[in-house]
T-cell receptor, first 112, second 116 residues
Framework: KQEVTQIPAALSVPEGENLVLNCSFT??????LQWFRQDPGKGLTSLLL?????REQTSGRLNASLDKSSGRSTLYIAASQPGDSATYLC???????????FGKGTTLSVSS | GAGVSQSPRYKVAKRGQDVALRCDPI?????LFWYQQALGQGPEFLTY????????KSGLPSDRFFAERPEGSVSTLKIQRTQQEDSAVYLC??????????????FGSGTRLTVV
């Protein structure tokens, strides 16, 4: 059974720091991996989608990498801002390709 | 519409009451998914539709949970005889493709259900 783990569970940093969020999954037979952002009381906003054949994706200050063989992904946030404060969720597709399996998330707080 | 719309945003139900949660996916999106998110947890898969066909309902926690998408667009998640452990945020997502493999998923803002 696929399990997704995110470390750390919570992270507090001062504005301007570069930071890395980690995601690991137990079954490397995934179709893709997606990083989401969730603000309190809100739904999920897709940040980056990495297909299984890709190794990384970039969008602005965000860079996500995927190492399928080791079952790991990282989300790198450059020059963090208070507006980046949110919960970041990592998810992989199930083997049927019909559903996402989520980690519990990393709650990020960026102070000004 | 521009995004996935869910209603109501908040629902308080007395234990034993039936509830119905609505999801309007993005127009033209083939796939529709329901997830349940308990406080402090990641979302957990409930069920998946491709057009009007419910192809996977393996995540529904009990036979009190029922979902439908009769015309392949709007979907309703119904919970019968609600119990306190049903309290959670129910998220709906849609995807352009037959699965979310190539295009990813767009989530709605969710319905927060509180059973008292």
């Amino acid at each position: 059974k696929q399990e997704v783990t995110q470390i750390p569970a919570a992270l507090s940093v001062p504005e301007g720091e570069n930071l890395v969020l980690n995601c690991s999954f137990t079954d490397s037979a995934i179709y893709n991996l997606q990083w989401f952002r969730q603000d309190p009381g809100k739904g999920l906003t897709s940040l980056l989608l990495i297909q299984s054949s890709q190794r990384e994706q970039t969008s602005g200050r965000l860079n996500a990498s995927l190492d399928k063989s080791s079952g790991r992904s990282t989300l790198y946030i450059a020059a963090s801002q208070p507006g980046d404060s949110a919960t970041y969720l990592c998810a992989v597709t199930n083997q049927a390709g019909t559903a996402l399996i989520f980690g519990k998330g990393t709650t990020l707080s960026v102070s000004s | 519409g521009a995004g996935v719309s869910q209603s109501p945003r908040y629902k308080v139900a007395k234990r034993g009451q039936d509830v119905a949660l609505r999801c309007d996916p993005i127009s033209g999106h083939v796939s529709l998914f329901w997830y349940q998110q308990a406080l402090g947890q990641g979302p957990e898969f409930l069920t998946y539709f491709q057009n009007e066909a419910q192809l996977d309902k393996s995540g529904l926690p009990s036979d009190r949970f029922f979902a439908e998408r009769p015309e392949g667009s709007v979907s309703t998640l119904k919970i019968q005889r609600t119990q306190q452990e049903d309290s959670a945020v129910y998220l709906c997502a849609s995807s352009l493709a037959g699965t979310g493999l190539s295009y990813g998923y767009t989530f709605g803002s969710g319905t927060r259900l509180t059973v008292v």
